[in-house]
């Protein structure tokens, strides 16, 4: 199974944007990149995914290495709301999710 | 619409003890991926069900079990509790049809004590 490297955590003003990187090395052609977030207290919450093209949507942008062995989860504005753990995850077409330790993110007011 | 919901909220048992956590899908969701989190740590895959057949298995051993009835609801059975059972156990939904980029919806989890 590909596994992915994310820092432990980060840190980032209220207002200003985010990049929460992921290494994927190892990952295969057909792997999906699936980023997640976990709020204290609630089980995981999808974020955005990608195969090879840039995504964006209404939570966050995801910007994808043209060599696909890494990624970057952009929070345009942060807020207070937005502190989490995120996981970014390899989907290889099975549901079978493998979730590092993902990134402690901290928001500061 | 009602999101995934798991029952019972928390739970205290004693070793050796047999434990059944529920979770009911998303409507219209045929598939059930079942996760345990152990506290500081992303959470782990330990069962896929896909209508009503196993599709995928974890790295865990055969205490652990779980079946899907005919209304995609789920339960997992653990067995010869453990303390290292001790957790909180995810219930996820997806439609599945589409793995590679299917969504999954996550319930808020049951939190099992072992003493």
């Known amino acids: 199974d590909a596994k992915t490297t994310q820092p432990n955590s980060m840190e980032s003003n209220e207002e200003e944007p985010v990049h929460l990187p992921c290494n994927h090395s190892t990952i295969s052609g057909t792997d999906y990149i699936h980023w997640y977030r976990q709020l204290p207290s609630q089980g995981p919450e999808y974020v955005i995914h990608g195969l090879t093209s840039n995504v964006n949507n209404r939570m966050a942008s995801l910007a994808i290495a043209e060599d696909r062995k890494s990624s970057t989860l952009i929070l345009h504005r942060a807020t207070l709301r937005d502190a989490a753990v995120y996981y970014c995850i390899l989907n290889p077409g099975t549901y079978k999710y493998i979730f590092g330790t993902g990134t402690r993110l901290k928001v500061l007011a | 619409d009602a999101g995934v919901t798991q029952s019972p909220t928390h739970l205290i048992k004693t070793r050796g003890q047999h434990v059944t956590l529920r979770c009911s899908p998303i409507?219209?969701?045929?598939?059930v991926s079942w996760y345990q989190q152990v506290l500081g740590q992303g959470p782990q895959f330990i069962f896929q069900?896909?209508?009503?057949?196993?599709?995928g298995r974890g790295n865990f051993p055969d205490r652990f079990s779980a079946r899907q009835f005919p209304n995609y609801s789920s339960e997992l059975n653990v067995n010869a509790l453990l303390l290292g059972d001790s957790a909180l156990y995810l219930c996820a939904s997806s439609t599945g049809q589409a793995p590679r980029v299917d969504t999954q919806y996550f319930g808020p989890g049951t939190r099992l004590t072992v003493l």
């Open positions: 069900y896909y209508e009503k057949e196993e599709r």
């Open positions: 409507s219209g969701h045929k598939s």
